[in-house]
Nanobody
Framework: QVQLVESGGGLVQAGGSLSLSCVVS????????MGWFRQAPGKEREFVAA????????LYVDSVKGRFTISRDNAKNTVYLQMISLKPEDTAVYYC????????????????????WGQGTQVTVSS
């Protein structure tokens, strides 16, 4: 059974930092690209960041460039999202997801490219 379990969310003031983790089990983590998405109340789930299976390449939505960093530790089956300089508009439930393809090119931004999803972790940024 595939499981993706996010943690690290919480309440933080604007300008603060949070670090999210997503531990993956039940699949071969090291051969799949990973992504982070977020969904704010009343809005569609949107792409935030992606990382290739090797970890050598990353991609970010423009609104988080320079503030968020995606990384992975294949030995720990874990993908991370480090967030600094948080803004109230970053408030959302954050989800990690595993790409459909094995050894794919990765860095995909559409939801349908991802087959497994975590349950989400809430990030709230107060002004």
């Amino acid at each position: 059974q595939v499981q993706l379990v996010e943690s690290g969310g919480g309440l933080v003031q604007a300008g603060g930092s949070l670090s999210l983790s997503c531990v993956v089990s039940g699949l071969t983590f090291r051969n799949r690209a990973m992504g982070w998405f977020r969904q704010a109340p009343g809005k569609e789930r949107e792409f935030v960041a992606a990382i290739t299976y090797s970890g050598r390449s990353t991609l970010y939505v423009d609104s988080v460039k320079g503030r968020f960093t995606i990384s992975r530790d294949n030995a720990k089956n874990t993908v991370y999202l480090q967030m600094i300089s948080l803004k109230p508009e970053d408030t959302a439930v954050y989800y990690c997801a595993a790409d459909r393809e094995i050894y794919g090119s990765g860095l995909r931004t559409v939801r349908d490219a991802y087959v497994y999803w975590g349950q989400g972790t809430q990030v709230t940024v107060s002004s």
